[in-house]
């Protein structure tokens, strides 16, 4: 079993429509939660990042964490063509990430 | 400000010979990673330099793969005896050692290997 385990999708929205993403985990060390987008054949570019659970926001953009359910959340409000890229959730204890599989998101007009 | 940086973008060998990527960080970080990314799966952590020591390495860095960060500034990771299994998306990211959570990444190498 994967640390991290994120549904691969592919997820089709309209535009406007709010999106979920959603992570699972097993390693209770993990202190740090991010959410990177990744678009065709380019690097990951950090979103968000959280400590320890919670919520935060910035802009479109909502990240939700819960450590007694090992589970976190990505919310896109709004969505636009633009954000179609794969979503990738990482989580940290300190040093190197922990991936997930990535989800495909598809916003169409 | 410039980002990461990564060179070569895109790398085609022959299985059997050797290739070496270099990665730039941003100036001001002391960390830098090396993770490797296949096709519908998420990056892989490789191994991690806190300036010039190589702190951590992962089980998939096999005795094929070496990778140094002379100076604590740009790094280089080789690959000897490259493998079709080999190809993929390396991707090199650079933190802040207070912070070490935010990471940031380049364009990453895309090698083939035929």
């Known amino acids: 079993q994967k640390e991290v385990e994120q549904d691969p999708g592919p997820l089709s929205v309209p535009e406007g429509a709010i999106v979920s993403l959603n992570c699972t985990y097993s390693?209770?060390?993990?202190?740090?939660f991010m959410w990177y987008r990744q678009y065709s054949r380019k690097g990951p570019e950090l979103l968000m990042y959280t400590y320890s659970s919670g919520n935060k926001e910035d802009g479109r953009f909502t990240a939700q964490v819960d450590k007694s359910s090992k589970y976190i959340s990505l919310f896109i409000r709004d969505s636009q063509p633009s954000d179609s890229a794969t979503y990738l959730c990482a989580m940290s204890a300190g040093g190197k990430l922990t991936f997930g599989q990535g989800t495909i998101l598809t916003v169409h007009p | 400000d410039t980002g990461v940086s990564q060179d070569p973008r895109h790398k085609i060998t022959k299985r059997g010979q050797n290739v070496t990527f270099r990665c730039d960080p941003i100036?001001?970080?002391?960390?830098l990673y090396w993770y490797r990314q296949t096709l519908g799966q998420g990056p892989e952590f490789l191994t991690y330099f806190q300036n010039e020591a190589q702190l951590e390495k992962s089980r998939l860095l096999s005795d094929r793969f070496s990778a140094e960060r002379p100076k604590g500034s740009f790094s280089t990771l080789e690959i000897q005896r490259t493998e079709q299994g080999d190809s993929a998306m390396y991707l090199c990211?650079?933190?802040?050692?207070?912070?070490?959570?935010?990471?940031?990444f380049g364009p990453g190498t895309r090698l083939t290997v035929t």
């Open positions: 100036s001001e970080h002391n960390r």
């Open positions: 390693n209770s060390a993990f202190q740090y």
């Open positions: 990211a650079s933190s802040f050692l207070a912070g070490a959570y935010e990471q940031y």
